[in-house]
């Protein structure tokens, strides 16, 4: 394959990337949302975010994906969706003095009933959970992907 074939192909994948990666990213916002009343959830919807991160990082470059989804952020995106999660769940044992058990939602005192409640709470957990897993997968990705290049920086080091 001769250089001008490798540009062609390059600039196929780039561009069905781009289109295909904001529609990738809805879906999994939808995938989250909907979890909580059926199929899906945080966890599913989270790795299909942290797949459309990967595919812009497999495309572009892995230094492109960590410029445009800093460690800083992975880690505050996870810290954030586990606060999230842990959150309701010690709410509902606050709320519940004694009684309730964590992340049972009919004790919580939002206004509007117990459905109400458990809708509302189910939903920011099932947002946390899909927080929490994009932030990790994505970590996980750049740091077994960047592997290779702290082996080779040492090993230039060396006299």
Known sequence: ???????????????????????IQL????????GA???GGGFQGGVIFAASII???????????KRRFP???????ATVGLS?????????LFFGRGKAHY???????????FESNRALAMEVVE?????????????????LAGRGDHAQEEQEREP
């Open 1 to 23: 394959m001769n250089d001008n074939d490798r540009e062609e192909q390059s600039i196929i994948v780039e561009t069905v990337s781009r289109v295909m990666i904001p529609f």
């Open 27 to 34: 879906f999994s916002l939808y995938v989250i949302i909907h």
């Open 37 to 39: 009343s059926g199929p």
């Open 55 to 65: 595919l812009y990082a497999l495309t572009y470059s892995l230094s492109r994906g």
């Open 71 to 77: 460690p800083g952020s992975q880690i505050t995106l």
């Open 84 to 92: 999230m999660y842990a959150g309701i769940g010690l709410l509902c």
């Open 103 to 113: 992340l049972n939602y009919g004790f919580l005192p939002f206004t509007g009933g």
């Open 127 to 143: 947002i946390g959970i899909g927080l929490a897993v994009t932030g990790m997968i994505v970590s996980i990705f750049f740091d």
